[in-house]
T-cell receptor, first 112, second 118 residues
């Protein structure tokens, strides 16, 4: 079963615009991660945010976590064509001992 | 150590045959995970190891699936009597995690093995 659900399922934007995607989950978590996957490739880790953190930044990426709403958001600022990929959130439930469950992903297309 | 390696990259097999995949994690990573991914979906958890111990096996994993991690280094995933429904990308990942499961960072994924059962 998949713990997280990303929204929207697909997103199409132009270069330079910001892209925001959301992740909702069902059970209490220890940590939440975001990954990127280019077509047919493996997943690349972007950011890990712990349950006691509310916001993290990494370059053009900004992740927020609201544990009261069981949701997280990933913002990509000033998007580039190279940001075209699927983005997944992954959570580890408090009783899971570091095992992460993935959502179905948001497919982002950035057009030049 | 350049990352997580998976072999083979692609495997085409006839229904009913057995297949085995190999994963070589990052050497200092104590956790190793197997996931399965079908088109348009996120990775589904199959099983994971801490060192050589298999900590959990998903209910998705039928008795036809077995995984090992001898000596806590590389891992193999075997599927016996393959079925067409087994066609998927099989992903391996590794990470550094404390005994209580606190991750030191994210997973490092391999490029996956794409299995096609005909």
């Amino acid at each position: 079963s998949q713990q997280g659900e990303e929204d929207p399922q697909a997103l199409s934007i132009q270069e330079g615009e910001n892209a925001t995607m959301n992740c909702s989950y069902k059970t209490s978590i220890n940590n939440l991660q975001w990954y990127r996957q280019n077509s047919g490739r493996g997943l690349v880790h972007l950011i890990l945010i712990r349950s006691n953190e509310r916001e993290k930044h990494s370059g053009r990426l900004r992740v927020t976590l609201d544990t009261s709403k069981k949701s997280s958001s990933l913002l990509i600022t000033a998007s580039r064509a190279a940001d075209t990929a699927s983005y997944f959130c992954a959570t580890d439930a408090t009783d899971s001992w570091g095992k992460f469950q993935f959502g179905a992903g948001t497919q982002v297309v950035v057009t030049p | 150590d350049t990352g997580v390696s998976q072999d083979p990259r692609h495997k085409i097999t006839k229904r009913g045959q057995n297949v085995t995949f190999r994963c070589d994690p990052i050497s200092e990573h104590n956790r190793l995970y197997w996931y399965r991914q079908t088109l348009g979906q996120g990775p589904e958890f199959l099983t994971y190891f801490q060192n050589e111990a298999q900590l959990e096996k998903s209910r998705l994993l039928s008795d036809r699936f077995s995984a090992e991690r001898p000596k806590g280094s590389f891992s193999t995933l075997e599927i016996q009597r393959t079925e067409q429904g087994d066609s998927a990308m099989y992903l391996c990942a590794s990470s550094v995690t404390t005994g209580t499961g606190t991750p030191g960072g994210g997973y490092t994924f391999g490029s996956g093995t794409r299995l096609t059962v005909v």
